[in-house]
T-cell receptor
Framework: DSGVTQTPKHLITATGQRVTLRCSPR?????VYWYQQSLDQGLQFLIQ???????AKGNILERFSAQQFPDLHSELNLSSLELGDSALYFC???????????????????FGPGTRLTVL | DQQVKQNSPSLSVQEGRISILNCDYT??????FLWYKKYPAEGPTFLIS?????DKNEDGRFTVFLNKSAKHLSLHIVPSQPGDSAVYFC???????????FGTGTRLLVSP
């Protein structure tokens, strides 16, 4: 158990709909990351929040948005869903920012069990 | 642009033998590398890591080797056990950037 929780575990919805995925980081971790894993693909970085603020953006579609709340949990909102959005969505957390001089342990990201999204 | 590549989608090994999983990268600026193990229906689990200032890091049955000139790293599992059967991802990171860049994974099957 990584200490990162994600809900729901499974989500089935229709095209055009909107869903919200929720993540709670490990106790003490300030950084939250969202990744998408499509079929037979590696994990693709979507977005990162640190202590409530957006810090980094990856290949995240404009239809997707995220936020991190004062209690450090994060939500990923996916709207106008398309068939191609079907994937596993993982949340990860780490202690802090990967900056020069930071401890090497700050590189380590701990993943939740994921949310499997199926768009029909 | 696949900056981290795992060219072997699968590997089969007998219990007790060595498993060697390989990973290549193209960005010479990467300065930290990690291996994750993933079981079905679970999230990736951190396994072992190595900084670019080292060429080897060992943790029990797991050893990671880094060859910076070849932009290549490998994970050795000795001895392999059936419980090691999983998908293994290598990932790379770069100081100042927060994301991990993942390979596509290698499925390891360890048979009794």
């Amino acid at each position: 158990d990584s200490g990162v929780t994600q809900t729901p575990k499974h989500l089935i919805t229709a095209t055009g709909q909107r869903v919200t995925l929720r993540c709670s980081p490990r106790s003490g971790d300030l950084s939250v990351y969202w990744y998408q894993q499509s079929l037979d693909q590696g994990l693709q970085f979507l977005i990162q929040y640190y202590n409530g603020e957006e810090r980094a953006k990856g290949n995240i579609l404009e239809r997707f948005s995220a936020q991190q709340f004062p209690d450090l949990h994060s939500e990923l909102n996916l709207s106008s869903l398309e068939l191609g959005d079907s994937a596993l969505y993982f949340c990860a957390s780490s202690v802090g920012l990967r900056l020069a001089g930071a401890p090497s342990s700050y590189n380590e990201q701990f993943f939740g069990p994921g949310t499997r999204l199926t768009v029909l | 642009d696949q900056q981290v590549k795992q060219n072997s989608p699968s590997l089969s090994v007998q219990e007790g033998r060595i498993s060697i999983l390989n990973c290549d990268y193209t960005n010479s600026m990467f300065d930290y590398f990690l291996w994750y193990k993933k079981y079905p229906a679970e999230g990736p689990t951190f396994l072992i890591s190595i900084s670019s200032i080292k060429d080897k890091n060992e943790d029990g049955r797991f050893t990671v080797f880094l060859n910076k000139s070849a932009k290549h790293l490998s994970l050795h599992i000795v001895p392999s056990q059936p419980g090691d059967s999983a998908v293994y991802f290598c990932a790379a990171s770069l100081t100042g950037f927060q994301k991990l860049v993942f390979g596509t994974g290698t499925r390891l099957l360890v048979s009794p």
